[in-house]
């Protein structure tokens, strides 16, 4: 069925490392791949997207890598810090519409050591 | 602060029983997105509103409902409540009625099935 699997579900890297998340989604027609961050105890919060005209975005310490031939995105964190320490979601747009569900992954508990 | 307003923060109940969630979007957002996240399973996409209307639906059970009214505000109604309904249960909104832009959660309402 349609999905978006997510890899890998833990990662603990030293402070100063970089952090790479993947995603891969199951239906072609998608359109919009948004990434959320989760801190404990505290509500989902977009961090970046993209959308599938563009093959990457940054935005300072983050950047996000699609590849829609093998229909998966990337979430690439350099320099992480402790405070980079949380679950990340990536996302994927079912549907090939604007109005299809909004599908998350299982999520990436990441923890950066100081 | 996203805005968006979901009550009652926790609420425990017992199997069988039948539940209210409510969600007030932020001032000017059109559409209303119910997610649930268990510890196991992600954010689990349930349905969107868009303007009092059902826009998109995902895998919610039947014993579960929603609407939007017309002041905008959403309701999620769990009935028959079943011990693996014990879930965080978020709203979202969003200006548009496509979901290619940022969604805004509300804190989440904790709910506990005994």
């Known amino acids: 069925g349609e999905n978006v699997e997510q890899h890998p579900s833990t990662l603990s890297v030293q402070e100063g490392d970089s952090a790479v998340i993947k995603c891969t989604y199951s239906?072609?027609?998608?359109?919009?791949f948004p990434w959320y961050k989760q801190e404990l105890g505290k509500r989902p919060q977009l961090i970046i997207d993209i959308r599938s005209n563009v093959g990457e975005k940054k935005d300072q310490r983050i950047a996000v890598t699609l590849n829609k031939t093998a229909k998966h995105f990337s979430l690439h964190i350099t320099e992480t810090q402790p405070e980079d320490s949380a679950v990340y979601f990536c996302?994927?747009?079912?549907?090939?519409?604007?109005?299809?569900?909004?599908?998350f992954g299982q999520g990436t508990i990441l923890t950066v050591h100081p | 602060d996203s805005g968006v307003t979901q009550t009652p923060k926790h609420l425990i109940t017992a199997t069988g029983q039948r539940v209210t969630l409510r969600c007030s979007p932020r001032?000017?957002?059109?559409?209303v997105y119910w997610y649930q996240q268990s510890l196991d399973q992600g954010l689990q996409f349930l349905i969107q509103y868009y303007n009092g209307e059902e826009r998109a639906k995902g895998n919610i059970l039947e014993r579960f409902s929603a609407q939007q009214f017309p002041d905008l505000h959403s309701e999620l109604n769990l009935s028959s409540l079943e011990l693996g309904d014990s879930a965080l249960y978020f709203c979202a909104s969003a200006f548009g009625q496509g979901n290619t832009g940022e969604l805004f959660f509300g804190e989440g309402s904790r709910l506990t099935v005994l």
């Open positions: 001032s000017g957002d059109l559409s």
């Open positions: 996302a994927a747009l079912l549907g090939g519409t604007s109005y299809g569900k909004l599908t």
């Open positions: 239906d072609s027609a998608s359109n919009y």
